[in-house]
């Protein structure tokens, strides 16, 4: 069971897809995360790539970021998502993109992210959507990248470099600052 940890839709329970198809963040990490993060949020834009049920990107609303672009590739996680949002009473600042990523990259369509999260499968590591999401992102912007902590993404991925990285057990998180 997954929750909101804080903010203002703190303790709400989250769907998550049944299936091998998505591997939600856990609590602990998630709330590791955010207090690297600096807890809360005023505004800006939130990008969540590998979506999933949207823990990380909810949880971010929660705690101030003003909206945020969750791309998913699964409909059944992506309809989690939509629930999740509702139940949090979030949905009109959450947009749903269905892609298939890194090459969805294409159809987010604009930039000036503030945040994002990338949690693609641990086989397939961040560095494909790493290396694309500069353009993305305002300067001084944040990434998450989830990884298997036993291989852990490069330092630097063009105007993205390395602020801190993690091990919480067999999850890496690797955070990254555009320059």
């Known amino acids: 069971m997954s929750r909101i940890i804080a ?49 990380l990107a909810l949880e971010a609303l929660s705690r101030g970021c003003g909206r945020a672009l969750c791309v998913e590739r699964d409909r059944k996680a992506l309809d989690a998502l939509r629930r999740n949002a509702r139940a949090c009473g979030m949905e009109g600042r959450v947009e749903l993109l269905c892609a298939q990523l890194p090459e969805g990259l294409a159809r987010v369509g604009r930039g000036g992210f503030a945040l994002a999260f990338a949690d693609p499968p641990y086989a397939d590591g961040p560095e494909g959507v790493l290396a694309l999401l500069g353009g993305l992102l305002r300067a001084g912007a944040r990434v998450v990248a989830e990884h298997d902590a036993r291989r852990p993404p490069a330092d630097r991925f063009g105007a993205l470099g390395l602020e801190d990285r993690r091990a919480y057990g067999g999850t890496g998180i690797s955070i990254y600052r555009r320059e």
């Open 7 to 55: 903010g203002t839709a703190r303790g709400r329970h989250l769907l998550v897809p049944r299936g091998l198809g998505t591997r939600p963040t856990s609590d602990k990490v998630r709330g590791a995360v955010m207090n690297i993060l600096g807890q809360f949020f005023e505004g800006g834009e939130v990008l969540d790539l590998y979506a999933g049920s949207g823990a």
